[in-house]
Each structure stands twice: as C-alpha cells, then as structure tokens.
C-alpha cells in the first residue's frame, strides 16, 4: 500500500484535499524566534487544516442522517447512520472529537433511527 493511499484509508479521505500553507503564507505568518518554534506553527497551521476538514466530514455524515429522519425513511437513515458511526469512532481515535461528545451523538442519533 503506497503512503498517499495509507493515509486516505487512516484519515478518511484523500492527502490531496488537505489544504496546505503555500511557502509565501508561512513566511508571512512566522512569528517564532527559534528554528524549532517556527517548524511548529507551520505544523499545529496544518494539523488544523487536516481537522477541520474531519470534524467537516463527521458534520456532513450526521447531516445525512438527520435529513433520512427528516424525511421519514428508516432504511435510508439506518443505513446513512451505518457510515456515520465509523467515522465519529475516527474522529474520536484521532483526537478531533471527545469520547463522550461522540457517545452521547450516537446514542441520540441511534434512537432517533430506531423511533421510525
């Protein structure tokens, strides 16, 4: 497995679409006194891209169930909640999300699908 597809199958989604600083933006934002201090703002302005597009991807997966309950289709939003779970498992092994954030979500979600 080539390292491009091992972190689309790790992370959720393709190493293509993580929005990175260009070298001109990083330059600019620097404020840090050592070699290391600058290699970190450049990395934590990274980490914070690569999350926000997973807690986006979770919000659009939990969108996806809400509108299957909306509409009233117990098969859609069974199977919508189906690929939702695994994703909000991620998001919590990775960090981007709390345990009980992720529990509680599941649990109201899981119980809205199964009142249909």
Request: charged share 30%; hydrophobic share 45%; aromatic share 4%.
């Amino acid at each position: 497995m080539s390292l491009l597809a091992f972190f689309e199958h790790t992370h959720g989604f393709p190493f293509s679409r993580v929005p990175r600083l260009e070298p001109d933006a990083r330059q600019n934002r620097i404020m840090a006194n050592t070699p290391q201090a600058k290699k970190r703002i450049i990395r934590n302005a990274n980490r914070a891209a690569i999350n926000g597009a997973r807690i986006s991807r979770i919000r659009s997966f939990i969108k996806k169930v809400e509108a299957a309950c909306e509409a009233g289709d117990k098969d859609a939003a069974a199977a919508a909640l189906k690929a939702a779970q695994p994703e909000m498992a991620r998001g919590v092994a990775r960090g981007v999300l709390h345990k009980n954030t992720v529990a509680r979500k599941m649990s109201r979600l899981t119980r809205r699908v199964a009142t249909l």
